[in-house]
């Protein structure tokens, strides 16, 4: 197998067919739980493949924060229209059909999980 590896030393490209430009071979067993999802938590270390679960689970975990986040902004698209409607209710001197109270409420609950995620990511939680 060819190889290269990052910065830390984490496999970043493979190939078992074609020699990676830069890269280099390895010569030692390939585990059977070697697969082209985790390839990135992987390292070679002592001329032996090995398996970093901790780099796998934080891999996850950032995945699903970004999915939830993800999810949270699709749902300020929805709760927008819904503010937006409710002001027009306003102006045109009609009734709003929803509970903009619990709709507001709801939306400073997300905006704090919203904050922990991208802290948690390590962005600004304002961006």
């Avoid at 796998?56 to 939830?68: K, N, P, T, V």
């Avoid at 993800?70 to 409607?85: K, N, P, S, T």
């Amino acid at each position: 197998m060819y190889y290269q590896l990052d910065e830390n030393g984490y496999l970043c490209a493979y190939s078992f067919n074609t020699v990676l430009p830069g890269g280099a071979l390895y010569r030692g067993r390939v585990p059977e739980d070697f697969d082209e999802e985790s390839f990135d938590c992987w390292k070679i270390e002592e001329d032996t493949l090995t398996f970093d679960e901790s780099r796998q689970r934080a891999r996850r975990e950032g995945a699903s924060d970004r999915e939830e986040l993800a999810e949270l902004m699709a749902w300020f698209d929805q709760y927008d229209r819904q503010v937006m409607e409710y002001q027009r209710c306003i102006r045109l001197g009609q009734a709003y059909d929803r509970d903009i109270d619990k709709l507001d409420q709801e939306a400073m609950e997300k905006q704090q999980r919203i904050r922990v995620l991208r802290e948690r990511s390590g962005r600004n939680a304002d961006q």
